[in-house]
């Protein structure tokens, strides 16, 4: 039993349904299950290059996004990461116990470099704010998508490393991955969904219904398989998209029956997509109408600060005891 559960998300783009299904939904359910304390990461952001213009306003409308799918400020933390500027603190702390070679090992950092033309040291050195994000509130409980368990593995070595060199003091923090952990693209379903990737890779939690159904619509799938054959890819991705969101509604008879289609050689695509667009809808119709009232009632600003303000007591109080191990400072 995890007893603190911490996550981020970055503010910069659109919440896709990848996010939803592969992480939110979880930080969702774990409100009932421990304490947790959520993130909007803007440092993390800046690491590449964003306006200045658009950050606060992506910071407060991925707030709402999140109340909007479910995350409760009375029962969990929520606010934005460089409000508590002590995680840079930690960060750099961190800096001194994580090895040159093992930030060289981290894939995301290997792609994300791939497509700057400047390849920021934030970039570079991004996994280790990280796990300062986590280890601030010493949580033990991560969720996030397949994509961040090798963050979290990095993490957890962090951990050790700093106890084994001050003293034990953080818990090894253990990624919750759980189902949709790895949504596809619906044009690429060979490619992870992703909100850089441009429109077409990804569907909007709070995308309009047209524009979501003529994304379904046009998903790749393939000419038909023999009977008997592993479906291809898209056919697997719009099958997952399909089950999460019957899963999300009650809905337990339908993936049975369009499966037993798809085994018998008997399933039309276009009745597998015109169905996983109905109930992806019926899972998001609903976020989309509370996302509209929050926006209408506009307070984000005071909740996500009242959520600093809480953060910050946390976390200063595990900088006092770090400085003290690391012998930093003046004050005992
Ligand atoms: P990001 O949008 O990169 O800040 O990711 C926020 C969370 O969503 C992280 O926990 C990711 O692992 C998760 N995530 C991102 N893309 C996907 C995807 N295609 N499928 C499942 N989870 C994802
Ligand atoms: N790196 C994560 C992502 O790209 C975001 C993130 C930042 C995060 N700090 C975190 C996730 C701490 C979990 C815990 O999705």
Redesign the pocket.
């Known amino acids: 039993m995890v007893k603190r559960v911490f ?4 503010p910069t ?1 659109t ?2 349904i ?2 939803y ?4 939904r979880n930080w969702v359910s774990l409100q009932n299950e421990a304490d947790c304390i959520y993130c909007i ?1 803007d440092y ?1 952001a800046i690491t590449i290059d964003v306006d200045p213009k658009e950050l606060r306003t992506a910071s407060q409308s991925m707030a709402l996004d999140l109340l909007a799918c479910g995350i409760d400020p009375e029962r969990s933390i929520l606010f934005v990461q460089s409000d508590v500027p002590t995680h840079t603190e930690l960060e750099w702390i961190f800096g001194c116990v994580t090895s040159y070679g093992d930030l060289s090992r981290m894939t995301q950092f290997k792609d994300k470099s791939d497509k700057q033309e400047f390849v920021s040291a934030g970039l570079f050195t991004y996994p280790i704010l990280q796990a300062a994000d986590i280890l601030i509130y010493r949580a033990d409980g991560v ?6 368990v090798q963050h979290l593995e990095l993490s957890r070595r962090i951990a050790r490393r700093f106890n084994s060199r001050f003293g034990e003091y953080f818990p090894e923090p253990e990624p919750i991955v759980r189902k ?6 619906l044009a690429d379903p060979t490619s ?4 850089s990737a441009g429109e077409v890779h990804y569907v909007g939690v709070m995308e309009p219904e047209t524009s979501i159904r003529k994304k379904v619509r046009s998903a790749v799938t393939d000419v038909g398989l023999e009977v008997g054959a592993a479906m291809s890819p898209g056919v697997a991705n719009l099958f997952e998209i399909l089950e999460l969101a019957c899963e999300s509604v009650g809905d337990t008879a339908t993936v049975a029956e369009l499966k037993t289609e798809f085994a018998d050689g008997k399933l039309l695509y276009s009745r597998l997509k015109d169905t996983t667009f109905e109930r992806l809808m019926d899972v998001l119709r609903p976020i989309q109408e509370r996302r509209a009232k929050l926006a209408a009632s506009g307070n984000v600003v005071e909740l996500l600060q009242a959520g600093a303000r809480k953060a910050t007591k946390i976390a200063s109080a595990t900088m006092v005891d770090v400085r003290r191990l690391v012998g930093l400072g003046t004050s005992a």
């Open positions: 996550s981020g998300i970055q783009g919440m896709h990848g996010n299904f592969g992480a939110i990461v993390h969720p996030v998508g397949e994509d961040q949709g952990a790895r949504i596809m693209s992870k969904m992703s909100k």
